[in-house]
């Protein structure tokens, strides 16, 4: 992108990134990404949240971007509350994973999401755990049922969690056994990992999104700060890593600005479109 001026696309995490740690988007932050749409930038959202959990964010934006969620597994209109596409891993590939994460981590809980037409489908209970998991924050939307039947259908992804851990090990030790059968990653370094279809990234969900609109990745400023960040932010024309990202994408980044705590997303939507110092 060279000089990062005017991108046709700014991608945002949300969680850490584009939301402070009270969990809420401030006056500066929404100003700024309203300044960047009004200026003809198209704003999407990059995050590991499901659509149920996208509601707040667009109701604290002021408007509704579209969305790339479950780490690039699903790609969500929150305008009309409708799944545009979906990959999932298959009840074979699950139970091939579990089978590896009882091997090598034994007494590690597991849990999946689903996927109906829109955020909220009642016909399908859609986040789904085995029996002890113990979640890594509030969710009510809990079902908890037998291993055989959390692993008996296709989930967009698959959640391990082993409570005291960290997920960087917990990556480290999976990955040598699961290696390239599925996309492992984490968002938060609390004992949990994520787990979407191979070769499935917010940077390939990014991709599908913006493809129809001839607009290429190179045109494209994203915003993240933790290791499920880091293929938006390769791929990105400019990729920005948050004051309070992880070593590694404080590595990876082209860019790094202020924390979430500190308006770091609005300092530098502000230099780009309000052409103000950060």
Known sequence: MGGVASPAVIASDVDGTL?????????????????????????????????????????????????????????????????????????????????????VMPGAGLAVERIGERAHDAATPQFVSSPGYEHAWLNPDNTEVSVADLLSEPAIKLLIRKAGAASADMAAELTAHIGDAAELTYSTNNGLIEVVPAGITKATGIEELITPWGIGAGDVVAFGDMPNDLPMLRRAGHGVAMGNAHPQVLAAADEITAPNTDDGLARVLERLFLNRGG
Do not use: H
Request: hydrophobic letters at 50%; proline letters at 6%; charged letters at 20%.
């Open 19 to 103: 939301l402070d740690d009270t969990e809420t988007i401030t006056a500066r932050t929404r100003a700024a990404v309203a300044a960047a749409v009004d200026s003809g930038s198209r704003f999407i959202l990059a995050t590991g949240r499901p659509p149920r959990w996208i509601a707040p964010v667009v109701d604290a934006l002021g408007f509704a971007p579209m969305a790339v969620c479950a780490n690039g597994a699903v790609l969500y209109d929150p305008d009309t509350d409708r799944v545009i596409s979906a990959r999932t891993l298959s009840a074979d590939q699950l139970m091939k994973l579990a089978e590896v994460v009882g091997r």
